[in-house]
């Protein structure tokens, strides 16, 4: 039966295959995390005579998720209640939270239907304010990430709640791929591979620019703020580096956890870097493929660990979320009661072809264009054998960046090395001690950063209106 059915038998066979390629490397994935880890999360590894069987070691996980959650559903472990939003989508999380919502959809030039989550005014704004035009910003996320990051704080402490308040309209954006944008004019992601054949190159050169020119068309605003974290500063850099036009867009590009260079990373990701030409041949043989789907498995197994966790403090923390420990995380500087909504909301999914250019940058240490396994692949391509790369002296936006001095993904030294080469920065702040994800979800981001961003660009609204202002009277 197995090889009666033509294209859908080889089909099969090729899903089976990646799906097993897929599992010895993410099986060595969380081998090497767990022997790399910085020491700075204090990390002390338990091994056992039968460590290097990787065999006994699979045998091992899948026990202990079995026993997870059978203790958690048994209430064994001193469940405490799990807050609401780890099983709402944004839309929900944001209504829940009393602030006003709509649902947007851009559709991409190549098809791509993408969710545009948008919070128009503060939840106290005054009837007659609510109509007013207002200042626009827009928050993008990072690597595996979605809309959720900027609302799972809760109401008090999420970077978007907080510039609603501030008389911002705000607008979260979400790529191609994630939970949020798996839709498409012809594609289907659940069959069709040509789906998942993009990386962050794509989000710069197309979903960027269609969620801006969206946004200024319905808002009537001629620029707009920007604010993206990791995966989101990499794609607006490369937007601004190579079109002009666009420039005239963004009033200021905030960057948090800003990356561009990725020669200091000290991620675990890493370790995949040379093994992405493995990746690209399996890729090849699917044609495409998604990495880490959220899915309601996940969020179940996430809330199971959470659960465990909570009752098991000897229990490492950092063991519940893969994108956690990629990111590089130090829980206590957390919301914990939040947990298990960050665990519920990533990892968002997103392309092999995305973590491949990441492995390409750190490989090659150079950020450039998506390089094709071939020579005439780059050359029919781009015209040359290598992709070009990004001037960052042709930046005209005005920059502000902000990384931790404990970003295992954003390193201070490669934040550092692209200062000279961009012409427009009004502002940089290192934080000492932030990790990676902490500009999302830190305990005490609110108060040290965030009403900072809300005045930063209130400074430069007011400065634009004196602007504005002038031109109109000349």
Known sequence: ??????????????????????????????????????????HQSQSSEDDNSLENYILSMKKQIEDWGKQSDSGQNNQKELAPECFMKVPEIIQYAGYPFELHTVMTSDGYNLGLHRIPHGKDEAEDKKLTQKPVVLLQHGLLADSANWVSNG???????????????????????????????KLDPNVDEKFWRYSWQQFSEIDLPAMVDYIIEKTGNKKIYYIGHSQGTLIMFARLAEDPDFNEKIHLFIGLGPVFNLKGIKSPIKYLAQFYNTLEMGQWMMGGAELLPNSEAGKWLGTKLHNFIEG?????????????????????????????????????????????????????????????DTEESNIEKYGSAVPPGYDLGAIKTPIALYWGSDDWFADSEDVL????????????????????????YGSEAADTLYTELAEVIKDFEIEFQNYESRHVDL
């Open 417 to 440: 090395s692209i200062l000279p080469r961009l012409k427009t920065l009004v502002k940089t702040k290192e934080l000492k001690d932030w990790d990676h994800l902490e500009f999302l």
């Open 155 to 185: 109401r008090n402490d999420s970077l978007a709640f907080l510039l609603a308040d501030y008389g911002l309209d705000v607008w979260l954006g979400n790529v191609r791929g994630n939970t949020y944008s798996r839709s498409h004019v």
């Open 1 to 42: 039966m197995l090889f009666a059915g033509g294209k859908l038998s080889i089909r099969f066979l090729k899903k089976e295959g990646i799906i097993f390629a897929a599992g010895v490397l993410c099986g060595f994935f969380i081998r090497t995390l767990m022997a790399k880890s910085d020491a700075s999360v204090n």
């Open 312 to 372: 098991n403090p000897d229990v490492k923390i950092h063991g519940e979320n893969m994108l956690l420990n990629i990111a590089g995380f130090s829980p206590r500087r957390y919301c914990r009661d939040r947990l298990p909504v960050y665990i519920s909301h990533i990892p968002a999914g997103t392309s092999i072809q995305n973590i491949i250019h990441f492995a390409q940058m750190i490989w090659h240490n150079e950020t450039r264009k998506y390089r094709f």
